[in-house]
């Protein structure tokens, strides 16, 4: 691990401490990624915050930020981003081994699901920028709303995984490595 450590719960104080309990609320576990967060009370509010608006209040479904996030987590070699999603599939994201494997190469069955994935792919290789006709097929196939989602989607995935990265966290869910 880098220079960033991670704070226990039990140890924190002050803000840290209320947005680690507020995690534990919400996922029912502290997971490494926001024990690290916390270093940043901010940055874990933030964090918190999108991530729990994008759930209760977005439109995306559950297997759709799950398979957002394996891509995301596999553009970004993150084994902690991959191994976090990879669990979240079978839990929350109802989402086959084979569906798994496909969301990591930017592919679904569902052609919603593949849109999305496709909307995403573009926003991550091209680190926010589109072409003209990867946007007329975002427009094509999704409303405005679910664009936009898509984008804070593949931003707040991509905070997790480069924080991950950075940071050396260590992964506290079944390993997924990116050359599985």
């Not at 960033?4 to 997971?31: D, K, N, S, V």
């Not at 970004?76 to 969301?103: D, I, K, N």
């Not at 940071?167 to 869910?173: E, K, L, N, Q, S």
């Amino acid at each position: 691990m880098t220079g960033i450590p991670l704070i226990e719960p039990e140890t924190a104080t002050g803000p840290a401490a209320r947005w680690l309990a507020e995690a534990q609320q919400t996922f029912g576990i502290t997971p490494n990624l926001v024990k690290a967060l916390a270093n940043s009370p901010a940055a874990l509010r933030g964090f918190l915050a999108m991530t729990l608006a994008l759930r209760e209040e977005g439109r995306l479904s559950a297997s759709t930020r799950t398979r957002i996030g394996l891509l995301v987590a596999q553009e970004h070699r993150s084994a902690y981003g991959l191994s976090v999603h990879s669990f979240l599939a079978g839990t929350v994201g109802g989402l086959s081994e084979r569906e798994v494997a496909e969301a990591r190469r930017g592919r679904a069955e569902d052609a919603k699901a593949s849109a999305v994935l496709a909307y995403a792919a573009a926003l991550l290789r091209g680190r926010g920028a589109v072409t003209a006709l990867e946007s007329a097929a975002a427009a094509r196939d999704l409303t405005a709303e679910e664009q936009t989602e898509v984008i804070a989607q593949v931003i707040v995935h991509s905070l997790a995984d480069w924080l991950a990265l950075a940071a050396g966290i260590p992964v506290d869910w079944p390993l997924v490595s990116p050359d599985d």
